[in-house]
C-alpha cells in the first residue's frame, strides 16, 4: 500500500517503523494515493445503502473498487514514467494445474522422511489458524463447528490439493473476513462457493486481472480484516478488569488480549496465537494449583427468613452487612481439590485459625468446606483430607464438607463419611446423613455443642476416664499412707 521497493518490504510496516524508518522516505507517492483512496471508498461504501439505486455498490463494492481501479492504472500506467508506475498484478497463467503424483522418483520417499517434521508443523499451524478463524466466524453467526470435521476437511484438501503442486490449505483470516463483511454467513459461502469462483475467473477471466493494482487489493484485505480486532471486546474486558468485584486472577483476560495483540502486531499471526495460549494456559494452571479459598457469611437481611440463608464471601469489596457463625469457620474452595493444591487448603486453614487465636483468644468448635465449587477431588486430596477430619477431631473440632454433588458426593459419602461421623454423639451420626447443606451443617454442631460437657464425644471421654483413673489412684495412695500412720 506504500509502494516500497520489493527488498524494503521485508518485515512489514511495524519491522520497518522500529528498525529501518529511512526505508519511510521511498514511499511511492502515487501508490500511497491511491491506497488512501481504495480505503476512504470501501469505508463509506455503506452510506451508499441508503440511496435506491447505488444500494447493488455497497454490495459489491470490492468487486466495483477493482474494476475502477484496473480500468484507473491501465490508463495511469501508460502516461506514467517507469519509476511513477503503480504495481499491477500481471499475467495470471490461465487454466487449472493438472493432476499429477507427488511422488514420481524413488528419491521422492528420502525427501518426504526429511520434510515430515517439518510437516507435522506445518499442520499444527494450519488447523490450529484455520480451527480459531472458524470458530469465531461461527459464533458470531450462530451455528456450530466440530474440531474433528474441521480437521477432516482440511485433510482432504491439502491431500487432494498435493496432487496439484498447491501450497497448504487454511481458512485465512482476511479472506473470511471480506466474505463476511459481504453478506456470507455459512461455510458453504465462505469456501465452496468461493473456491468455484476462483477456480472460474482462472479459466475464463484471468487476462482481466492483468491491470488490477496490488495497492488496492491489499486495501480490500486490510478493511475486510479490520474488525478482526475487536477493539470492543478489548474495551469489555478492561471494564471487566476494572471491577474490584472479582479477584486478580478472573480479570487476567485483558493481558492475553493484549499479548495476542501485540505479538501478532510485531512477529505475525502464528506467534501471536502460539503466545496467546500460552499465556492462557499459564493463568488457568496458576488458578488451579492456587485456587481462591473464601470465608463465608450469610446477609444479615435473610437472617429471620423461611428460606434457606445465602452464604456469600466476606472478604469480596463491594459486600456489606455479612454475618459469620460465632465459633464456626465457613469457606469456599474454588476450584478442584488435587495434590497440587492441597497444601494450599491446609495453609488456609492454620491461617484462620491463629487470626481467630489472636483476635478474641477462643478456638473453632466446627469447620465446613462448602464443595459447591470443587468440580473433582483425587485420591491424593481425600487421604489428606481424612488425616485433617482425625486430627480435629481429635482436638474436639468437628469438620463436615457440605455441598457436595457428582463424583465429588460420592468420594466424600464413601471415604469421608466415617471419619466425620466419630466426632459425633451417637443420637447425632444417623441425623448427619441427612445433612446437605452449610446451614444443615451448622444446626448439627450447634446441636453437638449443646449437650452437656460434651459427654458423648469419644476423645473427651477418653481423656476424662484417663483424668479420673489417675486421681484414684492418687486418693487410693493417700489413704494407704494415712493407715500406715
Known sequence: MLGLPLWARVGGIVQIAIHNPSYLKLIDWSTFSLSVVSMACLMNAKRLKQVPYFRFLNDFKEL????????????????????????????????????????????DFHLVK???????????????????????????????????????????????????????????????????????????????????????????????????????LAAVIVNGASHLTEFDHAKHL?????????????????????VGFLVTLVFGAFPGMFTAVATSLIIILYQVVSPDIVELGYKTDTVDSTRPRK?????????????????????????????????HLQEFLEEQELHQAEGDGSHYTGIILSAGSIPFIDTTAIQALETMIQT???????????????????????????????????????????????????????????????????????????????HSVKNLAAILEESEI
Not at 514514467?81 to 522418483?105: Q, R
Not at 444417623?430 to 445433612?435: G, P, Q, Y
Open 392 to 470: 480435629y477431631n481429635k482436638r474436639n473440632i468437628l469438620f463436615f464438607i457440605a455441598n457436595t454433588f457428582g463424583q465429588t458426593g460420592r468420594l466424600v459419602s464413601d471415604c469421608l463419611e466415617v471419619h466425620m461421623q466419630k466426632g459425633l454423639c451417637e443420637g447425632l451420626k444417623t441425623k448427619m446423613r441427612k445433612c446437605a447443606s452449610v446451614d444443615d451443617f451448622v444446626g448439627l454442631i450447634r446441636e453437638n455443642s449443646a449437650i452437656p460437657n460434651g459427654s458423648c464425644h469419644p476423645f473427651t471421654s477418653l481423656r476424662r476416664a484417663s483424668f479420673v483413673q489417675s
Open 311 to 343: 452464604w456469600i464471601a466476606c472478604a469480596r469489596e463491594g459486600v456489606e452487612g455479612v454475618l459469620m457463625e460465632d465459633g464456626i469457620l465457613i469457606f469456599r474452595l474454588e476450584g478442584p481439590l488435587f495434590y497440587a493444591n492441597v497444601e
Open 238 to 258: 478492561l471494564t471487566f478488569f476494572q471491577n474490584s468485584r472479582y479477584n486478580w486472577k478472573s480479570r487476567m483476560e485483558i493481558v492475553i488480549w493484549l
Open 64 to 107: 466495483c473498487l477493482l474494476i475502477f481501479s484496473a480500468i484507473f492504472c491501465e490508463w495511469y500506467n501508460s502516461v506514467a514514467t517507469e519509476e511513477e508506475k503503480i504495481e499491477v498484478v500481471g499475467h495470471v497463467p490461465a487454466g487449472l494445474p493438472s493432476l499429477t503424483s507427488p511422488m514420481t522418483m524413488p528419491s
Open 114 to 216: 526429511e520434510l515430515l517434521p517439518g510437516a507435522v508443523l506445518v499442520a499444527f499451524v494450519v488447523f490450529l489458524s484455520s480451527f480459531a478463524g472458524a470458530k469465531k466466524f461461527a459464533m458470531m453467526d450462530g451455528y456450530q463447528i466440530r474440531a474433528f470435521n474441521e480437521l477432516m476437511a482440511l485433510g482432504f484438501a491439502n491431500l487432494i490439493g498435493s496432487f496439484a503442486g498447491s501450497v497448504p490449505t487454511q481458512v485465512g483470516l482476511s479472506r473470511m473476513g471480506i466474505a463476511h463483511g459481504s453478506g456470507v454467513k455459512s461455510q458453504l459461502g465462505a469456501n465452496v462457493f468461493v473456491g468455484v469462483i476462483v477456480a472460474v475467473v482462472v479459466k475464463l477471466f484471468s487476462s482481466y486481472l492483468y491491470n488490477v493494482p496490488m495497492c488496492v
